[in-house]
């Protein structure tokens, strides 16, 4: 299986193709509904983000508490069309790519294609086997969200395939 | 009168939380199992190899098996012959509280439906009562996630419906959100009844073996059928495609009127959790 090494590149996503499983190491971002609109407010806004979107990933996932010792709980995907209306945007600010589960707006089909962007599946209600691939965990952002704040996340080795590539191409049964 | 104490009855609650959580049913397991040696789709056949690994880790761990914990609906089945010294909706609530505490599982239920604001403790859970002859009391922890709640339905057909439509109203159910609820998906469909009774048994029909048959004929075909069609929609382990849609459809039905046919389905997720104990 390809390994990737996080940042994803606009040279590494143009090289992605939709049905290809591949295993992501590095540092990608936590966030789902609340932080998403947040994000998308501050976009709206103009206001500085509290992370650089450039190259980086965000994966849809709120983790359950970490039991003493462990950097998080199990950290499944969430449903990624519930971020449907927030993506473009953030794809428009330098988003590479989102990790999710199901399906995808035709909106955000047409965005991801437009900047070259990817969109990733992982496994849904595999939440503990994740939390195995996850080294280091950290809270960048809106803390008070509670699970829904933004979290850094150390991946490595976590499995996901390709559902959406950068030419549009998409492997998602509607 | 055999006396059961609301502490036991809070114990063994919150003793069944966990194990729900953290250790995949048997039947669930390996009907996964057997579904990756079948799956044509390589992709598929990762996928699920993904979950019984997950299933695995989770129980070594000590980790939920999704993050997703649900809602707990509680079956509480008392016999006629035990005498239970307090509040048993109390202490079946304190189980679950102390349960999702311990456990360290997501808190995800708020205390009213259109204020929206968390309670904090994962209660209140749905209890079902039934009642029996027995000396015994039996308790199932049902924990349900909503992201395939809320892709369940129902249709009230009319009393004329052939099995053709009832088999098209449930896959028309699974091809409509089955690919975002977590599939390969189990079915529990309750046929018959009035509206509330027949959610009522797709809840309890999600209890049953996954691969059990039915011993009604007329079921057991109306099973294998619907098993059938909703595999040849291919949409496949996390929707990805493939022939394994569906592990399993179990149905349970009950009188009804003469003037109509509702049918429940209630659609799970491949986490299909649930423990029991008799006490």
């Known amino acids: ?174 | 009168m055999r006396k059961i104490s609301t502490k036991k009855i809070t114990d063994v609650v919150s003793r069944l939380v966990l194990k729900a959580n953290f250790s995949l049913r048997k039947d669930v397991l390996s009907s996964l199992k057997r579904a990756a040696l079948s799956e044509k789709s390589p992709l598929g056949k990762s996928i699920l190899k993904i979950l019984i690994e997950n299933a695995r880790i989770a129980e070594k761990e000590g980790l939920a098996i999704c993050q997703y914990t649900g809602i707990a609906v509680v079956f509480c089945e008392i016999g006629q012959k035990v005498h239970v010294g307090g509040d048993i909706d109390k202490a079946i609530n304190e189980g679950i509280r102390l349960g999702y505490k311990k456990g360290c599982l997501r808190k995800s239920v708020v205390s009213d439906p259109i204020i929206r604001k968390n309670t904090g403790t994962n209660t209140p859970s749905i209890i079902h009562y039934s009642f029996n002859k027995s000396d015994k009391l039996r308790l199932t922890v049902l924990p349900k996630g909503f992201g395939c709640e809320n892709a369940s339905k129902v249709f009230m057909l009319k009393p004329t419906a052939t099995e053709e439509e009832i088999i098209e109203s449930v896959v028309g159910a699974v091809k409509e959100q089955g690919a975002d609820a977590c599939p390969p998906l189990i079915l529990g469909i309750g046929i018959g009844g009035t509206l509330d009774k027949a959610a009522t048994l797709s809840k309890e029909a999600t209890l049953l073996p996954v691969n059990k048959t039915n011993p009604k004929k007329h079921l057991k075909r109306l099973e294998s059928l619907i098993l059938k069609r909703v595999n040849e929609t291919g949409i496949g382990p996390a929707g990805l495609g493939g022939k394994t849609t569906c592990l399993g459809v179990n149905i349970l039905s009950f009188p009804t009127h003469i003037a109509g046919l509702p049918v429940v389905v209630n659609i799970n997720c491949h986490a299909l959790r649930s423990a029991e104990s008799l006490i």
């Open chain 1, 1 to 174: 299986m390809r390994k990737i090494y996080l940042p994803l590149t606009e040279e590494i996503r143009e090289s992605l193709r939709a049905g290809e499983e591949v295993l992501l190491s590095g540092k990608m971002y936590t966030a789902r509904d609340a932080a998403h609109k947040r994000l998308y407010e501050a976009i709206k806004k103009h206001k500085k983000l509290p992370l650089d979107l450039t190259d980086n990933v965000i994966y849809y996932c709120g983790p359950t508490p970490a039991k003493p010792g462990a950097p998080v709980g199990s950290c499944g995907p969430t449903t990624a069309k519930r971020m449907d209306g927030f993506t473009p945007a953030l794809l428009a600010s330098g988003l590479a790519g989102m990790i999710g589960k199901g399906r995808r707006s035709e909106e955000v089909k047409k965005a991801i294609k437009r900047y070259k962007a990817v969109y990733l599946v992982a496994v849904g209600g595999a939440g503990a086997y994740f939390a195995s691939k996850i080294k280091k965990a950290n809270i960048l952002a809106y803390k008070e969200l509670g699970p829904e704040a933004i979290y850094e996340l150390w991946v490595e080795n976590f499995p996901a395939i390709v559902a959406i590539d950068s030419r549009g191409q998409s492997i998602i049964k509607e």
